[in-house]
């Protein structure tokens, strides 16, 4: 720790602003943050919310992506040289801005770190470790010599984690992730329902006797809001269908084969295919429902399965 400690009071190098204090971002920023106020928002020279101070200097969308000029020195080798030490861990405890004066657009930021303060040794719940303090002062370009404008303190609580209590049994294999369950309204409770008893249900009309899904209050045809439903056979085709190979998302299984059904009923759903290669689905192909259970018994979904059609019986 001496030769890390030895590294407070360092000031490090400039890091520059990709772009000056500008209107457009600043109305991003306010659209963004829900701030809604005449001083940020109005033509003319446009004030930039003091909020955004750190926003003018940040990297680009690529990692260490800062501006021509900009300072390749780690403002964070303290941090790295405790993590060599075994403080692998890290958690941001404060982060306080200071503003001298209003930004305004036009004006081109920088910012500059000094590593202010390591506390001495702090035992906490997470573990046992040092409070490090970043201090970066953000200063405004200027002919007549450059202007402070305000600093962000950054403190960070780096540790060795504390020893989690083992557990009694160590788990085999991590918990399977869930499926997202849909969200059920009204209008769709009867659907998901259906689902959970083993039934394909799709709403009808109980005015002219029309199909409809995806479900809704209302018949489209003859503009009706009373209905009931019909089980359907489960049998059907593939009427369309997509193949999704990124993002691999857990917890499906990847390349992930979704189709849009039409059942023999008439209407069409949307729904995962299974027990078929993902390259071998075609268009037309004949599929029956199938429910399934996922989520510890949570959330039953109907999944369609190709069949194999008795041979002559189109003919
Ligand atoms: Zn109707």
């Given at each position: 720790?001496?030769?890390?400690?030895?590294?407070?009071?360092?000031?490090?190098?400039?890091?520059?602003?990709?772009?000056?204090?500008?209107?457009?971002?600043?109305?991003?920023?306010?659209?963004?943050?829900?701030?809604?106020?005449?001083?940020?928002?109005?033509?003319?020279?446009?004030?930039?919310?003091?909020?955004?101070?750190?926003?003018?200097?940040?990297?680009?969308?690529?990692?260490?992506?800062?501006?021509?000029?900009?300072?390749?020195?780690?403002?964070?080798?303290?941090?790295?040289?405790?993590?060599?030490?075994?403080?692998?861990?890290?958690?941001?405890?404060?982060?306080?801005?200071?503003?001298?004066?209003?930004?305004?657009?036009?004006?081109?930021?920088?910012?500059?770190?000094?590593?202010?303060?390591?506390?001495?040794?702090?035992?906490?719940?997470?573990?046992?470790?040092?409070?490090?303090?970043?201090?970066?002062?953000?200063?405004?370009?200027?002919?007549?010599?450059?202007?402070?404008?305000?600093?962000?303190?950054?403190?960070?609580?780096?540790?060795?984690?504390?020893?989690?209590?083992?557990?009694?049994?160590?788990?085999?294999?991590?918990?399977?992730?869930k499926r997202p369950p849909p969200g059920i309204s009204d209008d769709t409770r009867f659907f998901w329902e259906?689902a959970k008893?083993?039934?394909?249900?799709?709403?009808?009309?109980?005015?002219?006797?029309?199909?409809?899904h995806p479900p809704g209050p209302?018949?489209?045809?003859?503009?009706?809001?009373?209905?009931?439903?019909?089980?359907?056979?489960?049998?059907?085709?593939?009427?369309?269908?997509?193949?999704?190979?990124?993002?691999?998302?857990?917890?499906?299984?990847?390349?992930?084969?979704?189709?849009?059904?039409?059942?023999?009923?008439?209407?069409?759903l949307i729904?995962?295919?299974?027990?078929?290669?993902?390259?071998?689905?075609?268009?037309?192909?004949?599929?029956?429902?199938?429910?399934?259970?996922f989520n510890?018994?949570e959330l039953v979904l109907?999944?369609?399965?190709?069949?194999?059609?008795?041979?002559?019986?189109?003919?």
């Open positions: 720790m001496n030769e890390i400690r030895a590294l407070v009071g360092k000031e490090y190098g400039r890091v520059y602003a990709w772009d000056k204090v500008n209107a457009p971002m600043i109305r991003q920023w306010c659209e963004v943050m829900g701030v809604d106020d005449a001083r940020y928002l109005s033509a003319g020279t446009v004030t930039a919310p003091p909020a955004m101070l750190q926003v003018w200097c940040m990297e680009g969308f690529t990692q260490n992506n800062y501006p021509p000029g900009s300072t390749t020195e780690n403002p964070y080798e303290a941090l790295k040289m405790m993590e060599a030490h075994g403080l692998a861990s890290v958690v941001a405890v404060n982060s306080e801005l200071t503003f001298k004066r209003d930004v305004v657009e036009g004006e081109r930021l920088y910012y500059a770190t000094r590593l202010d303060t390591i506390s001495p040794e702090k035992t906490t719940a997470l573990g046992t470790g040092f409070f490090v303090t970043l201090v970066m002062t953000f200063f405004s370009q200027k002919p007549e010599g450059d202007e402070e404008v305000g600093q962000l303190l950054f403190r960070v609580f780096k540790f060795r984690a504390a020893q989690a209590a083992a557990p009694a049994e160590k788990p085999a294999m991590p918990a399977p992730a259906g008893a083993g039934k394909l249900l799709i709403q009808r009309c109980k005015s002219c006797g029309t199909l409809r209302v018949c489209s045809h003859c503009h009706s809001f009373d209905w009931d439903t019909v089980e359907s056979s489960g049998r059907g085709t593939v009427y369309s269908f997509v193949v999704m190979h990124y993002p691999e998302v857990p917890p499906f299984d990847h390349p992930n084969p979704i189709a849009l059904i039409e059942l023999e009923e008439g209407t069409r729904s995962q295919l299974v027990g078929v290669k993902p390259g071998e689905v075609r268009i037309g192909d004949a599929v029956q429902v199938e429910f399934n259970t510890n018994g109907p999944q369609f399965r190709p069949v194999a059609v008795t041979p002559g019986a189109s003919a």
